[in-house]
Each structure stands twice: as C-alpha cells, then as structure tokens.
C-alpha cells in the first residue's frame, strides 16, 4: 500500500533507485553491524586532513554564469550539456546517475544469485532471488505463455453479472494482492499511532490525476489512451469495434471514479488521509460493499473500526457497483488486468504499455533493456532480500558509524534553531523541542531483516512468482493490523537512493544506498558533506515541522501542538514560500505553465530548514578545526563549497513530457529549482558569494522567507 503520509527527498521514478559503492564484502546472511570493540571512525575533517584531492570537480563550473544570478547555472550547465538524458530514461541527473550505476551492482547480485540457485541452500534468499530473476529473463518462455496467465481472471470478469457479483471478485482478488478500484493496507493510526489499523484509499484511474479526464488541454492524452485501452484489449482477442466499444466505457467509467477523487494537493491534507468509521458506518457509505465479507476474505479482524479515507470516492464506488451496468464493469476490470500484468507478459503487451506510459506521458524514447525491467520486479517483489544482499556487499559498518556522527550534529542544530525562534511562544517551542527529543534516526537498513521462508519461488514462472510475491507482501502488511506499531520498520529498501520522514511513528530514515558521493564523501571536507548528507539529514528532520508534519505531535498523532497565535505566523510565513514557488516556471518554451506551491510546499520547507540546519552544524564542526575553517580549497571557501555541493545534488535535466507531468503529480519542484529556491532565502549565501541586493539569488526584505 502506498503510505500518503511518507515524505521522501526525491520522488522515486522507478523500482530500483539505488546505488554502489565500495566497501568490505560481509556475510550475505547477516547485515553488517559495528563491532563494539572496533575502534571509533575517524572524524570527517581528520579524514579531509588526509585527502589526497578534493572531492569537487570545479572545471564543471561554469564561470560565464554569474552565481548570484543563476546558480544552479553557474554549478550544474555545463555538466547537463555534457550528459544529455539517455533514451530509456525521462530524466537525467544526480540521483538517476546513482541510480544507474548501482543498477549494475544490483545486476551482479542478482545474476550471480541465477546462476548460483540451483546449488544454493534451499530455500534461502540467494535461491528465491535467482530463480525470480532467472524466470523474468526467459524470454521464450515469456513468449511461449503469450497472455495464458491472466486467462483465469479474464474467464472470471467474464462472468460477472451482477453488481454483487463484482463487489465479491473484488473481495476475493484483494486476497492474492492483486487491487482494484480502491487500495487496502495498514498504518499508524492517526489518533492512537502506536498502533496500526487498516486503512483504504483511493485508486483505480489509469490517468496521472483527476484533470486528466475533462480538462480540455490534455484531451490529446485522453485520446491516447482510449487508443491504448484498445491496443490491450486487442491483444487478447478482443475484436477491434468491440474493443474501441469497451474502451469508451473504460473512459467513462473512471471519469466517474475521477469526479470523486481527490486532486494531490487535497491529498496532503491529513484530515484527507484519515477517516475512521465503525464497520457499520461503512457500510452506510458502501450498502453494496459489505465490509465485514471484505476484512474476513483477507483475514483481518477489525475490532474498533479502520479508516475510509476519502468518504466521497466510496460512495460514488458503491453507486457505482449499484447502477453502472455489468459490461462496462467487465471493460474496466478487463482491461486493467491486462494493463497491470502488462510487464510480466509477452512483448507485444510490453510494448505497448511502455508506448503509452513511456513515451506518451513522458516522452522516454525508449525502453529500458530487459535486464534493467526485470530488476525493477525483483526490487518489487523482493526488495527488501535484495537490499540484505546489497548491504552486505557495500555497506560498511564504518560508514553507518560516520552517518550517525552527521545526524547527531544536523538534529542539534535543529534543535538549536527551534529555540532561539524569534517568532515561536515558548509554549509552542516547548512542545516543538518534546517532538525533536522523540525523533527516531534508523541508517541503512533494517536493525531485523524480514523472513522470506512462506514465499514459494520456483523456476521459469515469472508470472507465477511476482504474483506469489505480491500476495506474500499484502499478507505480510495486513499482519500489522491491530498490532503494535513498529518504529523500526522501514519503508524503504536498504538500496534506494533516497531518504524519507514518516510524520506517523516520527522516524527519519536514511537508506545505505544514499550516504556515499555526491552526498556523503569518506574523505570529503566538512563543506561538501554538510552541503550534501547533512542537507538531506536536516530535510527529513525538517520535515516533522512542515505543513504537514507540523501536524502530528512526537507519537506520531495527528493533534495540534500549536497556539493560535503561533500557528498563523507559521502560516503566513509558509504562504510566502508558496508565492515564490508559484512564481516559478520551469520551462523554458511554456512560460504560463508554474510550479504548484501548495504541492510542493512541504518540499519546499524542508529543503529551506534542511539547508539552514546543515549549514549550522557545518559552522559548528569548523569551530572544532578552524584551520580548515580559514582554508581555502581549488580557491572556494568551505561556506561556498556547502552550497556548491547542494547545487551539485539537484542537477540534471528532464524531458518536457516529464517536466508536465510532475508539474502535476509530485510534491517535489523541479531539481533546477531546488539548487536555487532554499539558498536564495539564506544571507549566509549572498554573503559567501558577494550578492547584492537585486541579484535574483538576493530575495529580502518581504521576500525573504525564514521559517525554521
């Protein structure tokens, strides 16, 4: 289930965001863990002390540019020219590159695991992996298998004939995994976070968003997909006039769905996330959708009530059930379950999903090869496995002690801030500083890794094995349910390039894969690492004090913690970094089109109050080591060099396709802009490259935005 509430600092655009890195080759059965009696990791700056040449490349500068100008320009131009995007990917960047060079580390786990899973021990990680990934790459018998694998449930859709009739495949599809229309999972719940409760969302639209079904400007794309709904449909023998007939009713049927959703802005409102009801008073909203039949299909025991997150879509859903007509049920079931098991089909279904999904609305030339697609379902599928061997390859006890050591120092600093707040009563910062002091810190993967014994992964069945592990990882979701909550559960894969806040068990979580260059450096100077690690440390950790995450307390609750007084000086302070992010129109030939500041919003503080922190902290380690203070390095300062590494983090470039369609869905601003927007509110940078007022970077006076 997707968790709504979970902040990450990137959006994550494929399966296997993750990364390699050298290091000491461990155990695969067992994580790296520091030994109590090793000795302590040297300090960052005795290991800049011992670098043998910086860790920045200034030849990628580009000095025609004037960096209180345009300073993402200034860091990042000349290397977007010199790495154009390539053609299996929609974006190109800092994060994309890590992503691809661990891809072939990832590679090498999973290949050796195929060849190796016959003679390996039974049962084990090692062999599960190699024969899934084994089985995802036989293409003749992908081939040989055409659609014969979903030919069972188009049998039972097929059949349906009654609105009973669906709302009971529904129920019992839920049972393998498989979800349609809505999403069912556990959470923290909202009033009582220490323990989880099962939660349903809103789903089931083929589109990005709800403005893709009537607003006039993408009706080219609505035409698109009409065209691919039929594609699908044809490909499983479905005739071409009663294949474009099901396709109009596919159309109109989540155009309905859609009229009752929610846009992404709406849904970060908590109050959005969150609705708990009674079984009985579900069954108000749903009369045609008995929930007890649905919770005792899964397995679930739901004693107090869960929470029907958006009230609204359900019951257009049940209207649904009650009078849309049997044949247009079975168009929409039809083709999503063509759609959803596209990937894990022959290439004509492959083909023409990536036609759509890729090059439609993103504007991708190209596929991605089959090795690199069959690796994302493995992450899928097994993601956290495949992290506990990943870990063990690359990730060095020494480098978990050093990320602990910035993450101490990124959390005072944060702490400091909120204390000597100008703005904030000391009623509310008192309640501020008992929400840091809960903060939870987990660093590169899982203090316990998970027990893979009841999945059964067998040879040359790709379809098969994803299916048994779709079913295995929603079973394993739902035992959370009326149990505990787990701080220590992670949300991410230990080789995701990426780090995330979770506003409902206040954890902050830093993945293995994302504390090595350009983010974090052994023998890097305390600029580089404050600018880069420490930057996205003091994100996260700024993130239980967005918008959002200002609105749970340090349980995890969703309570106010605020006075009236204190929480509309937040608000009017936050309304002005919407303002400057609305101002922004990332590209180039469609100057109308702006960046969303309500979307990004949360974002957007935690990047100002991530790099405020960081910044800090850095000024406190240069306290400790001033003669690296004083210093000089390929002549920048280390304050230039915090924000150059920043820059650096946020380069790259995006197809247009693309750019359009997170404009519209991510709660992330566009990279380019996220190198500039923080750093333009910060005096330390005007001072550290001599801006004057009137250079954009310069934002004052009522411009200037100051948070945290």
């Not at 016959?118 to 899934?132: C, D, P, R, T, W």
């Not at 035409?223 to 449909?233: C, G, Q, W």
């Not at 800090?616 to 300062?637: C, H, V």
Request: glycine share 6%; net charge negative; hydrophobic share 40%.
């Amino acid at each position: 289930m997707t968790k709504p509430y979970m902040k990450p600092i990137a959006l994550a655009v494929s399966l296997a965001l993750s990364l390699s890195a050298c290091g000491k080759h461990e155990d695969a059965d067992k994580a790296p863990a520091a030994s109590s009696t090793a000795p302590a990791a040297a300090s960052t700056a005795a290991m800049a002390a011992a670098a043998p040449k910086s860790v920045f490349d200034i030849a990628d500068l580009d000095t025609n540019i004037q960096a209180c100008q345009d300073f993402n320009g200034f860091v990042n131009s000349k290397w977007v020219a010199a790495n154009p995007i390539p053609n299996d990917r929609s974006r190109w960047g800092a994060f994309d590159k890590l992503a691809e060079d661990s891809l072939n580390t990832q590679h090498q786990i999973v290949d050796d695991a195929s060849k190796g899973a016959a003679s390996a021990q039974a049962g084990s990680i090692e062999q599960k992996i190699g024969y899934l990934y084994a089985s995802g790459m036989d293409d003749a018998a992908i081939e040989k298998a055409g659609f014969d694998p979903i030919k069972p449930k188009l049998d039972a859709i097929a059949a349906l004939k009654t609105g009973k009739d669906v709302a009971n495949y529904l129920t019992q599809n839920f049972t393998t995994g498989d979800m349609q229309v809505f999403q069912f999972g556990s959470g923290a719940d909202f009033k009582d976070a220490k323990m989880q409760i099962g939660f349903t969302q809103q789903a089931g639209l083929g589109l990005p968003t709800k403005d893709y079904y009537t607003d006039a400007k993408y009706k080219d794309i609505r035409d698109a997909y009409v065209d691919h709904i039929v594609k699908m449909l044809e490909l499983t023998g479905v005739a071409e006039a009663d294949a474009k007939k099901q396709a109009a009713q596919v159309l109109a049927f989540e155009t309905q769905l859609a009229a009752a959703s929610l846009a992404p802005v709406e849904l970060r409102t908590p109050e959005n996330q969150y609705h708990f009801v009674t079984l009985k008073e579900a069954d108000k909203i749903t009369p045609h959708f008995n929930w007890e039949d649905f919770f005792k299909a899964q397995g679930v025991t739901v004693d107090k009530g869960f929470s029907l997150s958006q009230p609204k879509f359900f019951a257009q859903f049940d209207k649904m059930l009650a009078s849309t007509p049997a044949d247009q049920w079975q168009a929409y079931l039809r083709f999503h379950t063509i759609d959803d098991a596209s990937p894990l089909l022959s290439k004509a279904f492959q083909d023409a999903r990536f036609d759509f999904y890729g090059k439609t609305l993103s504007g991708q030339p190209e596929q991605k090869p089959r090795w690199k697609r069959v690796l994302g379902g493995v992450n899928e599928s097994m993601g956290e496995a495949l992290g506990q061997l990943y870990v063990a390859k690359v990730f060095t006890p020494e480098a978990k002690q050093r990320a602990e050591e910035l993450v101490t120092n990124v959390r005072n600093a944060l702490k400091a801030r909120i204390e000597n707040l100008d703005w904030m009563s000391a009623e509310t910062k008192e309640k501020a500083v008992a929400k840091w002091n809960t903060f939870l810190p987990k660093i590169g993967y899982p203090d316990k890794w998970r027990d893979w014994s009841g999945l059964d992964i067998k040879q040359g069945d790709y379809y098969g094995n994803v299916m048994a592990a779709a079913k295995f990882n929603y079973q394993y979701d739902l035992n959370k349910i009326g149990k505990p909550t787990d701080r220590k559960d992670w949300g991410m894969t230990p080789q995701t390039v990426n780090a995330y806040y979770n506003p409902t068990d206040n954890t902050i979580n830093f993945p293995a894969a994302i504390l090595q260059p350009p983010f974090f450096y052994a023998n890097g100077d305390d600029a580089i690492n404050y600018g880069g690690i420490g930057a996205v440390i003091g994100h996260e950790a700024s993130h239980g004090f967005d918008d959002e995450g200002s609105q749970f307390d340090g349980e995890g609750n969703n309570a106010n913690w605020w006075t009236k007084e204190d929480k509309d000086k937040f608000e009017a302070r936050t309304a002005k970094l919407v303002a400057q992010f609305n101002d922004y129109a990332p590209i180039k030939d469609k100057p109308d089109v702006h960046v969303n500041g309500q979307l990004t919003l949360g974002e957007n503080i935690a990047d100002l109050g991530g790099l405020n922190v960081a910044y800090d902290a850095l000024q406190e380690a240069l306290k400790k080591n001033p003669q690296e203070a004083a210093a000089k390095i390929d002549g920048y300062t280390e304050d230039q060099r915090f924000f150059l590494n920043w820059a650096r983090v946020w380069r790259g470039s995006v197809r247009e396709k693309e750019a359009l369609l997170r404009l519209n869905t991510d709660p992330h601003a566009p990279a380019s802009l996220r190198a500039m927007g923080a750093p333009s509110n910060m005096e330390a940078f005007a001072t550290a490259y001599q801006c004057k007022p009137g250079d954009t970077m310069v934002r004052s006076g009522e411009k200037q935005v100051k948070i945290w």
